[in-house]
């Protein structure tokens, strides 16, 4: 993480903002890049600060979440997790049936426990049907066996890394504070944005990304703002 300090004072280590900017960059264009090529991406983040970001800005752009705790074996073993999946659709069809109310009260209300628990556990990722391109990850501490089994798997992984951690196990790791509510919300609106970006992007505009893409758009702007500033202060 060194690489990533700028200084330290009373003990704090400070980040370098132009890197976590730089590094932002990167795994924006990256997640906008494995988009526009048909694949998935999965948000993740259990801490309770993180998770309604998660949530809200992975139902935005249309992709899966994981926001309670992280099932071990859901990538490596996802098969299993299926298994559990389709058991939570066959629950939700007996209640739409209304077959339920007709089972015996004790054994009705231990599926519908059970039906609740698969939603809160497995309700973003029902419809996964198979593993994602790319995971975001709000807290590496936190969800560790994720990024473990995203590893062993040769899945790219983008993460939130603070001072205590390790980059070298990210993919693309953006330095920055996993605690920070504000900071977290931010980066999965960002997240989300280059997935929607992904998402529009046709196959024959990708040999001009560079052009299109929302960084280098924002940064066009910004040239341009700047260049106006100039031009006043000529006048």
Request: overall charge neutral; some cysteine; proline content about 4%.
């Amino acid at each position: 993480m060194a690489r990533f300090i700028f200084g330290q004072r009373n003990g704090i280590h400070i980040i370098d903002l132009q890197k976590t900017l730089r590094s932002m960059r990167e795994a924006l264009k990256f997640i906008e890049d494995i988009v526009a090529q048909g694949e998935s991406v999965l948000f993740i983040g259990t801490k309770k600060h993180a998770r309604d970001a998660i949530i809200n800005q992975a139902k935005r752009c249309g992709m899966y979440f994981v926001s309670e705790r992280w099932l071990g074996g859901t990538l490596t073993n996802f098969q299993i997790i299926r298994k559990s999946v389709e058991r939570l659709k066959d629950l939700e069809a007996q209640e739409k049936e209304g077959s339920l109310p007709l089972l015996p009260k004790k054994e009705a209300a231990k599926l519908a426990k059970e039906q609740v628990r698969l939603e809160r556990l497995l309700g973003g990722i029902r419809d996964m049907d198979r593993p994602p391109g790319a995971l975001f990850i709000t807290d590496t501490r936190k969800e560790r066996i994720a990024l473990a089994e995203a590893r062993k798997l040769d899945i790219p992984v983008v993460a939130v890394v603070d001072t205590n951690r390790d980059p070298d196990e990210v993919t693309y790791p953006i330095p920055g504070n996993d605690d920070a509510i504000k900071g977290l919300k931010l980066l999965s609106t960002k997240i989300a944005d280059a997935v929607i970006a992904g998402r529009t992007k046709a196959p024959a505009e990708k040999e001009a990304e560079e052009e299109t893409s929302p960084t280098a758009v924002a940064e066009e702007a910004e040239v341009e703002e700047q260049t106006t500033e100039d031009r006043r202060q000529e006048i």
